[in-house]
Structures are given as structure tokens and as C-alpha cells.
């Protein structure tokens, strides 16, 4: 296992189009976690998946924003009718809560750019 | 709603010199902080903390926890150029989701 893996790393689209990030966790992890970084600013949480069930989702999240995790496997977010606000890095993390280990191992992100 | 406070923002030392960064955190339903480091790319973990007055180590690096005043630190001894960073602190719910800070961006000069 390589780590958790996310794909793209960049994307650059045009105000108003919709975009979809894929991240594949570590293979034994029970946990999946999205957050958006943006320039400065620590990590802000998103939402996360236990197995393929959504716990959370954050309240600052429009209703632009949609994350699947079918299968409990992989995790897609998907974001409709982009605006320049949404420029941010996007960061996938996964853990293993079952070991009591909170530390997540973060993937190399999705760098998002909206013109 | 959930805050952490990291001081300071940016920190700029020589080699040699010892640094401490601080984490302030108000989280309900605390489990544990976690202590990252961040260089151009994702954040890499480098402490998990649950119990208070407990010193965790790695080599030059060592992190403690106060749950009563609801604080952590993290020191860096005999700094070196590869310890330029950004430092998050991100205290973990019993959900295990983590809320982060902003982070000290450390700079070390040769």
C-alpha cells in the first residue's frame, strides 16, 4: 500500500462547472476525511466517512458539495457550479479508529483553481 | 463551535536555537491532540497526546498536553534548516475528527 492517493492533483475550471476529486484511502483504514486548505489557513473539515456511512458534514458546507463513499473503499467529492471561493487545496486523510490510532495520513491533495 | 489557537503565527530562528510553539484548544468531546508538520505539500503527523503531564519524544522534538488548562506545547531542540515548517495542532473528537489550527510557520536560517 502506497499511502492514500488522490487524484487529480490540480485542476484548473471555469467559474460555474462542476468538478469531482477521487481519493483512495490506505486499504485497511475504516476512516476517510475530507478537508479544504486554503493559503495560510489550517486544514477546515469538510466532512468524513466511516466505512462507506456519512458521520459528518460540515455546516459550512453548501449544498454545492456532495462526497460519496460507495463500498467503503474510495471517496469522491464532487462540486457543482464552481465559484473563485472554492479555490483551495483539497486534502483526503484516512485513519483507523479500531486501533485507537487518530493520526491521519494525509494524501498530497487536489489543488483546485477556479478563473 | 470548536477553536484552536496556535502562537506564535511565524517564528524566525538560527540554527541551534530551541523553539517552543503553542496550542491553546476549546473542543467538545475531546479525545486527543495531534500534533502535524506541514512543508510544501500534506501534513505529515508527528504526535498523538491523550493524557495530561505525559512528555511524548522524538529525537529533537517533544510535545505535552495539559487537559485542565486546555493547552499543548511542542519544542523543537537544537533547531535545524530542515525544520522549517508549517506546525498545526489539531485536538480529535471521540468521532475522531480533528479541528486544526493555523498553524506557526517556523522558519530555521543556516
Known amino acids: 500500500d502506497t499511502g492514500v492517493s488522490q487524484d487529480p492533483r490540480h485542476k484548473i475550471t471555469k467559474r460555474g462547472q462542476n468538478v469531482t476529486f477521487r481519493c483512495d484511502p490506505i486499504s485497511e483504514h475504516n476512516r476517510l476525511y475530507w478537508y479544504r486548505q486554503t493559503l495560510g489557513q489550517g486544514p477546515e473539515f469538510l466532512t468524513y466517512f466511516q466505512n462507506e456511512a456519512q458521520l459528518e458534514k460540515s455546516r459550512l458546507l453548501s449544498d454545492r458539495f456532495s462526497a460519496e463513499r460507495p463500498k467503503g473503499s474510495f471517496s469522491t467529492l464532487e462540486i457543482q457550479r464552481t465559484e473563485q471561493g472554492d479555490s483551495a487545496m483539497y486534502l483526503c486523510?484516512?485513519?483507523?479508529?479500531?486501533?485507537?490510532?487518530?493520526?491521519?495520513?494525509f494524501g498530497s491533495g487536489t489543488r483546485l483553481t477556479v478563473v | 463551535e470548536d477553536k484552536v489557537v496556535q502562537s506564535p503565527l511565524s517564528l524566525v530562528v538560527h540554527e541551534g536555537d530551541t523553539v517552543t510553539l503553542n496550542c491553546s484548544y476549546e473542543v467538545t468531546n475531546f479525545r486527543s491532540l495531534l500534533w502535524y508538520k506541514q512543508e510544501k505539500k500534506a501534513p505529515t503527523f508527528l504526535f498523538m497526546l491523550t493524557s495530561s503531564g505525559i512528555e511524548k519524544k522524538s529525537g529533537r522534538l517533544s510535545s505535552i498536553l495539559d487537559k485542565k488548562e486546555l493547552f499543548s506545547i511542542l519544542n523543537i531542540t537544537a533547531t535545524q534548516t530542515g525544520d522549517s515548517a508549517v506546525y498545526l495542532c489539531?485536538?480529535?473528537?471521540?468521532?475522531?475528527?480533528?479541528?486544526f489550527g493555523d498553524g506557526t510557520t517556523l522558519t530555521v536560517k543556516p
Open positions: 489539531a485536538p480529535n473528537t471521540n468521532a475522531g475528527k480533528s479541528t
Open positions: 486523510a484516512s485513519s483507523d479508529s479500531r486501533e485507537g490510532r487518530y493520526g491521519y495520513t
